[in-house]
């Protein structure tokens, strides 16, 4: 596995996948789905956290970053 997803994290998708699914549960399932394929790439040293770029998975990610400032 690659990475791992926090209980917290978890929460934060189930409460997404609850707002959206309100008004369109079909949309929720697909937008859940697809949210584990995106990568959070941050700056763990800065203060505060800084997010540096959000990526699907099945992206060139090494490539997009390297012309990244």
Known sequence: MLYQISSEAQDDLFEVW???????IDLANRIEG??????????????????MAVLRGKRNVKRILKKRP
Do not use: G, T
């Not at 609850?18 to 369109?24: G, L, M, S, V």
């Not at 697809?34 to 997010?51: G, H, T």
């Open 18 to 24: 609850q707002r959206i699914a309100q008004d369109n």
């Open 34 to 51: 697809d949210l584990y394929s995106f990568l959070v790439i941050y700056d763990p040293e800065s203060k505060p956290l800084r997010i």
